[in-house]
């Protein structure tokens, strides 16, 4: 069964201190992988989409990368206003609908 | 360009009463997808509709229905309200949703309390 498991549920970093946020996957026929911020109280902000393994995408400080099993999110030096619920999601064969992990809290301490 | 568009933002029903929502997508998509969010199941797929007709379904019960119109808004209904269908409604927009670099836009959101 095509599933998706995002760790750590929460993580706390001080602004400046960089870390990675970890998707791990297991989908047959991957047709895309997804990354998504959400605030609280709004819908989720499209971030990336990253198709095939070795692939990588930058945005300011946010930088998405893929394997064949992992989609990693790297923060660099994150400011307070990068806290947020990340989500990442997948879509495979010819289905058009996404599936979501759970989602990662990020909370950057000024 | 404006965004996916929700409206309400907030509802509040009793259970047994059925309410609609809508969603306006972004100017030119014309695909939607409607997502329902709960703090315990997160964010599932409810249904996707393209042309007016409904390409694809998840896995909940048929009070829960849809439809599109000519110009891509789309409603969302459910029936017969139940205390579990309290969430967070979402909509998303997409060109088409065919092809793989189609990326889905989402929406704020209509809040659902049921009491």
């Known amino acids: 069964e095509d599933q998706v498991t995002q760790s750590p549920e929460a993580l706390r970093l001080q602004e400046g201190e960089s870390s990675s946020l970890n998707c791990s996957y297991t989908v047959s026929g991957l047709r895309g992988l997804f990354w998504y911020r959400q605030d609280p109280g709004k819908g989720p902000e499209f971030l990336f989409t990253?198709?095939?393994a070795g692939e990588e995408k930058e945005k300011e400080r946010l930088k998405a990368t893929l394997t064949k099993k992992e989609s990693f999110l790297h923060i660099t030096a994150p400011k307070p206003e990068d806290s947020a619920t990340y989500l990442c999601?997948?879509?495979?064969?010819?289905?058009?609908?996404?599936?979501f992990g759970s989602g990662t809290q990020l909370t950057v301490l000024p | 360009k404006a965004g996916v568009t929700q409206t309400p933002r907030y509802l509040i029903k009793t259970r047994g009463q059925q309410v609609t929502l809508s969603c306006s997508p972004i100017s030119g998509h014309r695909s939607v997808s409607w997502y329902q969010q709960t703090p315990g199941q997160g964010l599932q797929f409810l249904f996707e509709?393209?042309?007016?007709?409904?390409?694809n379904k998840g896995n909940f019960p048929g009070r829960f229905s849809g439809r599109q119109f000519s110009n891509s808004r789309s409603e969302m209904n459910v029936s017969t309200l139940e205390l579990g269908d309290s969430a967070l409604y979402l909509c998303?927009?997409?060109?088409?949703?065919?092809?793989?670099?189609?990326?889905?836009?989402f929406g704020p959101g209509t809040r659902l309390t049921v009491l």
């Open positions: 990253l198709y095939s």
């Open positions: 999601a997948f879509s495979s064969g010819s289905a058009r609908q996404l599936t």
């Open positions: 509709y393209f042309s007016e007709t409904q390409r």
């Open positions: 998303a927009s997409s060109i088409s949703g065919r092809a793989r670099t189609d990326t889905q836009y």
